[in-house]
Each structure stands twice: as C-alpha cells, then as structure tokens.
C-alpha cells in the first residue's frame, strides 16, 4: 500500500496483521462497540465487529532520502511479554527488497518511540550478535524517549536500540525538529514519554504518520479510550485530541502505526476516518 505527497512516497511494509483478539490494547472496543461505528467496516474492522491491525514499517521515499519510519518486531527476539512475538522468522527483508528497498538502500531510520514493536528490526542476529539491520543508515531516535527506556533497559532496549548505538549509528533528536526538508517532528507524548509523529509536507500536499497516538481508529471516535501499553493516559488522550482537531476537515491523510491511512472529519462532538 503507497501513499503519495507531492514529490514523497510512502510505502508501507507489513510485518504482521491481526483480526481482533486486540482487546488487551483498547480494553473497552468489544465488538458490539466496534459494530456500532459503521464507517469502521471493512477497512478497518470486519462484519463481526473484529478490529483489523497491523505491525508495519513505512517508508519514505523523497527525490534523495530513503527513510524508514518504525521497524516492527524483528526476527529471533527473545524475552518478549507477548509469546508469541519471541523466535519470530518473518520474511519482512524480503518483502522490504520486493517493494524496492533493499536494507542497504536505507539511509535513515526513525523510531516514532522505542515499544518493542517499533524497534526490532533495528539490529538483526548475526552469529550470536545483534549488528545494526540497515548499515548505511543513521537512526534517528528521541531524546527523552531514550533517556526513558536507557536509565532501565528492557530486553528490546538491550537487543534492538543499545547495538545501534554502540556502532556509532545512532543519534538522539528533540520531538520538535526536522529530519528532511519535507518531514518535521510533532511531539504526541502520552503513549510514551517522548513520542513523535511525522508531518510530511511536499508541494502542498501532506500525509501525517501518527505512530501510536491512536493505536486503532475507534479511538477518534471514543478519544477518551487509551491503550493498555500508554505511559500516561490523560496525556495520550491531550496529543490524540490535538491532532484530530488540529488535521479535522483538511487533505492530510493519516496513516497510523497500526492501521492505514484515511483523512479525519468531524463526526458530531467527536470525530471518524474517512477514506
């Protein structure tokens, strides 16, 4: 699936999807809530009410850079909280070369935040060390969000962030900066300490990668439902009703970190997807 803005293009790489069973991230979405929200069906939710997600990578090709936006879960993690994201041998290279971006054509890296699920393919396994997975690339990641998970490391921190750094490729950015001409950083904090999305901006046109201050649509609808994995919930509602209000009504297309894209319109006091 591609998305354009002007002269950028933005690729997205599925490393996973799911069909419901996602309930242990927005607790109160049963189906019956799902069902009643219409316009969530079929892109975003099934006939029986089940929330469609993704795990995925994006990338983002402008005239000179190739940048790669979130990096999944990765292959062969160990010590993950969710069994089955450990031992993982998923085909996400491949696909990532098939879509024309080979992981030495990659010149930069983005983490939105550092939650397991954004970072893994950072480093991959090779005999018995975890080297960096795109190694022409710099990668780019927040400054308080690194000082967040680095005062405590976590084994994804340890397996997928720390080598980067250690071979000299990282580099640490404030949540208000830019990273290309065409591409600026908006602090979304909440889900994490220092979590940023993207505002893409090419010849009048503009797509927003929101990351995860929205995990799944339904919450434009119910802003107030937070994600099991937020930091700080009343946070993460403030930096979702920012942007809803902030690209309500306009062309940016929003693409999330775990589902595709669609521009938000009000819906009455709150607000929906619309493709």
Same mark, same amino acid.
């Given at each position: 699936? !591609?998305?354009?803005? %002007?002269?950028?293009?933005?690729?997205?790489?599925?490393?996973?999807?799911?069909? %419901? %069973?996602?309930?242990? #991230?927005?607790?109160? *979405?049963?189906?019956?809530?799902?069902?009643?929200?219409?316009?969530?069906?079929?892109?975003?939710?099934?006939?029986?009410?089940?929330?469609?997600?993704? #795990?995925?990578?994006?990338?983002?090709?402008?005239? &000179? =850079?190739?940048?790669?936006?979130?990096?999944?879960? %990765? &292959?062969?993690?160990?010590?993950?909280?969710?069994?089955?994201?450990?031992?993982?041998? $998923?085909?996400?290279?491949?696909?990532?070369?098939?879509?024309?971006?080979? *992981?030495?054509? #990659?010149?930069? +890296?983005?983490?939105?935040?550092?939650? +397991?699920?954004?970072?893994?393919?950072?480093?991959?396994?090779?005999?018995?060390?975890?080297?960096? $997975? /795109?190694?022409?690339? =710099?990668?780019?990641?927040? =400054?308080?969000?690194?000082?967040?998970?680095?005062?405590?490391?976590?084994?994804? /921190?340890?397996?997928?962030?720390?080598?980067?750094?250690?071979?000299?490729?990282?580099?640490?950015?404030?949540?208000?900066?830019? @990273?290309?001409? +065409?591409?600026?950083? @908006?602090?979304?904090?909440?889900?994490?300490?220092?979590?940023?999305?993207?505002?893409?901006?090419? !010849?009048?046109?503009?797509?927003?990668?929101?990351?995860?201050?929205?995990?799944?649509?339904?919450?434009?609808?119910?802003?107030?439902?937070?994600?099991?994995?937020?930091?700080?919930?009343?946070?993460?509602?403030?930096? =979702?009703?920012?942007?809803?209000?902030?690209?309500?009504?306009?062309?940016?297309?929003?693409?999330?970190?775990?589902?595709?894209?669609?521009? #938000?319109?009000?819906?009455?006091?709150?607000?929906?997807?619309?493709?």
């Amino acid at each position: 699936m !591609q998305w354009t803005a %002007g002269r950028v293009r933005v690729t997205r790489i599925v490393e996973l999807e799911s069909l %419901g %069973g996602t309930r242990f #991230i927005l607790p109160q *979405a049963s189906r019956e809530e799902v069902q009643a929200l219409p316009w969530l069906e079929p892109d975003f939710a099934d006939g029986e009410g089940r929330m469609k997600m993704t #795990i995925h990578a994006l990338v983002v090709e402008t005239p &000179n =850079r190739r940048i790669l936006i979130d990096s999944g879960l %990765g &292959n062969d993690k160990q010590d993950r909280s969710i069994p089955a994201w450990n031992n993982l041998a $998923t085909p996400f290279l491949e696909r990532l070369a098939e879509a024309g971006y080979p *992981a030495e054509s #990659i010149d930069t +890296v983005v983490c939105t935040h550092l939650h +397991v699920d954004h970072v893994g393919w950072n480093t991959r396994l090779v005999e018995g060390r975890w080297l960096p $997975t /795109f190694p022409a690339a =710099r990668y780019l990641f927040g =400054r308080a969000e690194y000082d967040h998970w680095a005062a405590k490391p976590p084994a994804h /921190f340890v397996d997928s962030v720390a080598p980067v750094m250690a071979a000299g490729q990282g580099a640490l950015y404030d949540a208000d900066s830019r @990273i290309a001409d +065409v591409i600026s950083l @908006i602090p979304t904090p909440g889900h994490s300490p220092g979590h940023f999305s993207l505002l893409i901006s090419s !010849q009048g046109e503009s797509l927003l990668l929101a990351g995860d201050a929205a995990h799944h649509p339904i919450q434009l609808a119910h802003l107030d439902w937070c994600s099991t994995a937020d930091f700080d919930t009343g946070q993460a509602i403030r930096s =979702r009703l920012m942007l809803a209000e902030r690209f309500a009504g306009s062309d940016t297309r929003v693409i999330g970190g775990h589902f595709a894209g669609g521009r #938000i319109v009000r819906d009455g006091a709150a607000f929906r997807l619309a493709m």
